[in-house]
């Protein structure tokens, strides 16, 4: 686990803006305005004011991004491995069952 | 912004500043003041210095002597006429305690130095700091003949109900009521095995070879199941996030849930994981994939204990289901079906000499004692929000009502449907504060205040958390009508997790503090979970954390609420039915607090509150690369 540091530049907070397309029961996809990323968060990270509707703009204020320290986290290496590993198998499978039927 | 006239008065010993430039010779009035919820960020980034400010309550009506500009701090060389102050009681008030650890009267929001004991006879009186004190006692008070009768302080004017009067008066008090009980017998299980039928053979469970294909079949949108049973020597064994963990536990007969008997195998639990067919996490958010024993909070309510077996099932749904609602439904739906036909083998046990341990648990109902409600907060935005509620068989699937589908509404149910089992949680994402079934088949607050003698547990109501903010309201309403119709003297609002569920929290808080009940509020916050919305009433809280740093950690149930927080709470309410006023929270998260209201209420009531561990107590994963398979 990374020794929490203090947030360099964690006061300058932007207004970001982006908009709903996707969702979903349990989430919404929101893409950032100007091709900044793409966020998709859980339901209940969302205030909702109104119905849900794809093309909905969307706001918050974040700030910048930055790295807690130089190593990785072999946890999360580990697991990101495994995962990319079993995405991998399924798809194989899939195919397999694919070309069965 | 300037203030109004009753935020001056609740603001009356905060410094006096300036909203806006003021001419010399004006009156001070309310609208001439700036807010002080401001002050704390204008005097840490040095715009602001409130040395030698006045209060409000000094300025008001007083005369300006120099024209001043905005935020300006009030001080005496720039006014006249100053108003005396009233006089300071906070933080020196007396608190009392009694022989018996009853009624311990502490002021849980923050530290307070100062207080009281009666403990073997012997009054103490303890001042850190302090003048002006005044202490009035009537000679009878410290003879050790009274020292067992509880008196409740001056203070408590603003809520003395008839109920109180009563406390006061023994002989007054009505008897307890037993309104129904609950009967738990224990299975101990040593050892889980597949075989070909399903039986419970003494200690060692046998699960039907090839189950797993009729799960499938019983599912439209599960494509695979794949059952693995854990045994300690395997913890160590990556696994997929856990959706859920879940006693085994079947109704004896032809018994309710939440009465007559329910019998549990002990050493054993089910665990839900899963993934769709692209290897996609079902609640795809907050992961606590990885190896077992680094992601779980061991003996967390809601979680395993250390030592018991895991029958897991790795459920893969449809691709791209597991974000919709009937995706982790069906992969709960799945589980269940080989959890049901434990449930019939179970049921078919007629040798009693297998019962390792009998649990009676007694819903009492006691008159005369301050009435209180536990409204407990469960996810309903959709997909892993939600909670399927009352179930046939304890955390069943059959016959149970998801929450999203009763629109969310209020639901009353005994303490002792809880603790029997009547939660069926899909529990949505944030692992650590995220309450599993099994949280609420050991639910410890309902525990502690059916236990807790000096109250009177009427009941436990069931929420749910939609999506709209407008859909919040509307539940939120109804919560508050229902309490209202209790007539409680205190009530207590939980909530799991964080995010836009706290906008709900609050308003709770709202319709029922509103309503002249005194509330005492359970969430996650710290630093991560920090509430979003706040208002008047949200006055009492109690922080679910345990992590070190106050995040969502990641560890399977790390910071959901233990009996620490519920021992916490209970103190709480009971000094808040009192009338004492709770400190204001510091401005950022400090686990202090938390560890000094443990020791008060330890001082006070002579038993020491033990504290669980935190992550910090599971193996660090600093050679992964070498353990990975």
Redesign the interface.
Known sequence: ?TD?KELQYGDKMIRMEGVIVEI????VGIDLKGRLGFL?????????????KVGQEVAWNMSFVEQLGPKA???Y???L???IR??K???EK?EEGGRQR | MSISAETAKEHAKDPAVLCCRAEEGITIQASNLEDPAIFDDLVDSGLLDLTGALTIEQVLGAKLTKTCDSLCPLTSDVVEGITAPTEKKDGKQQNVAYADGTDPILRTGSVQKDWTSVQGGVLKIHIGEGKDIDIELPVTAATPAESSVQTVPAACGAVQTPSADKIQDPEAETEEKTVRSLTRKHYRIKEVKRGPETKIDKDVLYIREGIEAECVASQELVHDLKIDIITPEEYHT?SETIMDVQPVACKEGDCELGTGVTRVLDGVVMMVTG?D????QI????SS??YLD?NIMWNRPGAPDKGEIFIKTQV?IEAGM????PG?LAAHAATDYITQEIREALKALEDDSLVADIEEFHQVRRPGKKKIVIVKEI?G?????DNLILPVEPVGVLGAKPNVDLGNVPVCVSPLEVLDGCIHALT??GPASKEMSRHYWREPLVLEALYDKEIDLCGVIFVG?P????EKFYVSKRVGMMVEMMDVDGAFITTE?????H?DFASHHEQIGMRGIPVVGLSFCAVQGAL?VGNKYMTNMVDNNKSE?GIENEVLACNTLCTEDALRALVMLKNAMAGEEVKKPEKKWNPNVKSSNVELISNVTGKPVELVKN?QSLP??????EK?D
Do not use: W
Not at chain 2, 283 to 286: H, K
Not at chain 2, 467 to 470: E, G, K, L, M, Y
């Open positions: 686990m929490r979903h029961e349990g989430c998709k968060i859980p339901m209940r990270m969302l205030i909702t004011e109104y119905p849900l986290n072999e946890k290496v580990s697991n491995d495994t995962y079993h995405r198998e399924m798809e899939n | 990556y993934t067919d692209n290897g996609v609640g795809e958010f907050g994939e990885g680094e893969t597991n974000m919709e609602r982790p996810m935005q959709g997909a892993m929000h949505c994402i958390s999506q709209i903010n407008a997790g964080f995010g836009n569920n906008i979003v740093s992550e660090m994963s600093k050679k992964r690369k990975y």
